[in-house]
């Protein structure tokens, strides 16, 4: 991408970097309208939220349809390495020349101030047009914040999904569950469908209650099938399925209970499309779901040392975290960490920071970062051995130093912590 339209989309307000949340969602969509209002056009829209697991949801799926021969797009967020990441049409991220493009082609009117003003809308808007040219059959849309408000809920969707919920941006969503679950809610749409899991008890009665209100016919994804875990490695689960796509077997490669859940709520999704008419095959599914790629998610990065990234950064991402660790007898680690300032990490410093043998702090490469200084304060109550580091290259040099081998290494606490850079190396100081 030619850098002035690079620069250009950075210097729009970036709420993943800048505490805030004014969005209004009327504006954007007269916006919208001055580029064709590309989100009335888009087919068979599922459109995702919850506070965990929307990403993995978003991608199983995506394996799963493209693997039936449907072309699909999709649209999460954030991105690991480079912007690119969020817009892809059959896992095929899109081109510089055609982010260039429609750049170039948003930035005259988005000077004039006609509704889009952050960073998150403009690359909405971008997707929405991508997909419209690129003919997707199926448009999937993670939910960047919340929901109510979100940029992807412009779009109309056929079928709304929510994953778990549970705390995070609280400071904007609000800090009860049962406002953050309105918020989350606000996806919903007339006389359609919403797929979620059972929650906790005062999620579900929100959820219910505004499924009830607007006419939706809600499923909940763990009543439709059974998943049996025939064997589990760092690499992904081995299952067998039974449900009304019949039994099927397969490789999902997600770790953790958690990921189960997700692929529960995918096809959910799958079962429904299928009894609307399109055509899906158990076999085909099986393949998506053996072929789904998912970056930064308790991912083994590197195998000696071996080193896994998880973006964890909240209480029930953490919990995931442990759970996995327990179940891979991992207890004796390096644990390089670093979060923002809003994110509630006390489960992490109580339940995480104790069984690392030294633990090496560091600033996420977000200007909401909290100091490492800052939280060393917080984390000298639950570790006595704590270094703190410029970065999580400088804290891998660090340990590379130290001849560190035969001990894992994990990197956890933001998405801002990713090591790899754009060729997959492993950064350094």
Not at 143 to 151: E, I, M, N, Y
Not at 282 to 303: D, M, N, W
Not at 358 to 363: P, Q, T
Not at 386 to 392: F, N, P
Request: aromatic share 6%; charged share 25%.
């Amino acid at each position: 991408m030619k850098p002035g339209h690079q620069d250009f989309l950075h210097s729009l307000v970036d709420y993943e970097r800048t505490v805030g949340y004014n969005y209004d969602l009327d504006v954007y969509k007269k916006f919208l309208d001055h580029v064709g209002a590309p989100q009335k056009k888009l087919n068979n829209v599922i459109l995702i939220g919850g506070t965990k697991g929307k990403g993995s949801t978003a991608e199983i799926l995506a394996a799963s349809l493209m693997n039936n021969g449907h072309r699909v797009g999709i649209y999460t967020s954030p991105h690991l390495t480079r912007m690119n990441e969020r817009i892809k049409v059959n896992g095929k991220e899109i081109s510089d020349s055609d982010l260039d493009r429609y750049a170039a082609m948003l930035r005259p009117l988005m000077h004039k101030k006609t509704g889009a003003r952050s960073f998150f809308e403009a690359l909405t808007t971008i997707a929405f047009l991508y997909f419209l040219e690129q003919h997707v059959d199926f448009t999937l849309l993670e939910v960047g914040l919340g929901g109510r408000l979100d940029a992807t809920n412009a779009s109309d969707p056929l079928i709304s999904v929510i994953t778990r919920i549970g705390y995070d941006h609280t400071n904007l969503l609000g800090s009860t569950l049962s406002g953050i679950t309105t918020e989350k809610a606000g996806i919903l749409r007339e006389h359609r469908t919403l797929i979620t899991i059972h929650q906790r008890p005062v999620v579900e009665r929100v959820l219910a209650s505004i499924a009830a209100k607007k006419g939706n016919k809600i499923i909940f994804a763990d009543d439709q099938c059974a998943i049996r875990i025939l064997e589990q490695s760092i690499r992904g689960s081995s299952i067998i399925i039974n449900g009304s796509m019949g039994d099927i077997r397969t490789h999902l490669p997600l770790t953790g209970a958690h990921q189960i859940e997700n692929l529960s709520i995918a096809l959910a999704v799958l079962s429904e499309l299928k009894s609307a008419g399109f055509l899906l095959e158990p076999r085909k599914i099986a393949l998506g779901i053996e072929h789904t790629q998912l970056r930064g998610r308790f991912e083994v990065i590197s195998e000696r040392p071996l080193i896994i990234f998880d973006c964890c950064h909240n209480g029930d991402s953490f919990r995931a975290l442990e759970r996995n660790l327990d179940l891979f007898n991992i207890d004796d680690f390096f644990l390089i960490f670093g979060s923002n300032r809003d994110k509630d990490i006390q489960y992490c410093l109580k339940n995480i920071f104790p069984r690392a043998r030294e633990v090496l702090l560091v600033k996420a490469d977000n200007p909401r970062a909290i100091e490492p200084g800052k939280l060393h304060r917080q984390a000298s109550k639950h570790q006595r051995n704590i270094i703190l580091a410029d970065s999580v290259g400088n804290a891998l040099d660090l340990l590379r130093m130290r001849n560190v081998r035969t001990l894992p290494i994990i990197i956890a606490g933001s998405f801002y912590l990713w090591p790899l850079d754009k060729d997959g190396r492993l950064t350094s100081t």
